[in-house]
């Protein structure tokens, strides 16, 4: 399942970006791939390890870090299947990163089992991110840009049973849901997102009490949220229901209500000019092809609490 990487990757996936913000110190890897985040995190780490079924991979990567004597004393690669983790130790990892493409989950009854053999190697305070996940509402999307063809590494999980997995996991304490700006500036990556989800005991950034505008009413363009933007005092603003224009040409309630689309990348390049980190995930509207945006300020950008962006369709913020 997994594959040979043929250099040094040359640039991490946007998921890792996350991850190295909380800084963990030991990372575990279930399906290295084409050691992307190998490279990319064993450097920034006391410990690196990763686990893939294929012993080809394995051999591969392992030849590429131990090009570099003090990477080969750090890192820890081994065959091995992703389910069958009881050899690892016990609460040692404080980052375990599940890499979506090398590693496809087809079904919710997968992530269930996957997540039983990683939680109880997961320190406490630590976090999973499960990478390469794609919204399978979004099927009319995927079809008019790939034509139809199955792309590898498929993940069709519903965001909504993530949010729902702290309710029957009472070792977590929060779970994410968010797109990527990578994700956003491909368009064959626009229905894909990643989940983080955040062992006890966490410290969710409320988002209760969050200025929340709607688009179309609140606000209607650009020009105006960069108004509120600016104003004084604003820490944390939310922006809700923005119709991703890319997800809107296939989307029929969209068209009927003559709905005009915009890009979701303009907001993110708003917001990071005047200072704001820029968070995206799914309407909380039951809308497939919308958007709900989170502006922090960057006072609050070395903040690291973990965020639940997503709400369902009827949730509320937590």
């Keep these: 399942m997994g594959t040979n990487p043929v250099a040094a990757p040359s640039r991490p996936a946007a998921v890792l970006d996350h991850v190295l913000d909380l800084r963990p110190h030991r990372v575990l890897q279930i399906g290295v791939g084409s050691g992307v985040a190998a490279c990319a995190l064993a450097p920034s780490c006391d410990e690196f390890w990763g686990v893939d079924p294929s012993a080809d991979t394995i051999a591969a990567v392992r030849s590429w870090l131990h090009r570099d004597p003090d990477l080969a004393g750090r890192v820890e690669l081994r065959a091995h299947h992703a389910f069958a983790l009881d050899d690892l130790p016990f609460e040692h990892f404080d980052g375990i990163l599940v890499n979506g493409a090398a590693l496809p989950l087809s079904t919710e009854d997968e992530v269930l089992r996957l997540l039983r053999a990683v939680m109880p190697k997961l320190a406490v305070r630590g976090a999973v991110y499960i990478e390469s996940l794609r919204n399978p509402r979004l099927l009319a999307y995927r079809d008019a840009v790939t034509r139809g063809t199955t792309t590898v590494g498929e993940s069709p999980i519903e965001p909504a049973f993530f949010a729902g997995l702290r309710d029957g996991m009472r070792v977590l304490g929060a779970v994410d849901v968010r797109l ?68 809107l040409a296939t989307a029929r309630d969209g068209k009927r209500r003559g709905e005009t689309g915009v890009d979701p990348l303009d907001f993110v390049n708003l917001g990071e000019r005047l200072g704001y980190r820029v968070l995206v995930t799914w309407s909380s509207m039951a809308v497939d092809h919308k958007l709900d945006l989170l502006f922090l300020h960057r006072r609050l950008a070395d903040d690291h609490s973990p965020v639940e962006l997503y709400r369902p369709a009827g949730g509320t913020a937590r």
């Design 180 to 247: 990527a700006k990578a994700s956003l500036q491909n368009p064959l990556t626009r229905d894909r997102y990643y989940a983080v989800l955040h062992k006890e005991p966490a410290d969710p950034l409320p988002l209760t009490g969050v200025p929340t505008l709607r688009w179309n009413r609140e606000v209607v363009d650009l020009a105006g949220l960069t108004s509120v933007l600016g104003g004084p005092g604003l820490a944390r603003v939310r922006v809700v229901g923005v119709p991703d224009k890319w997800l």
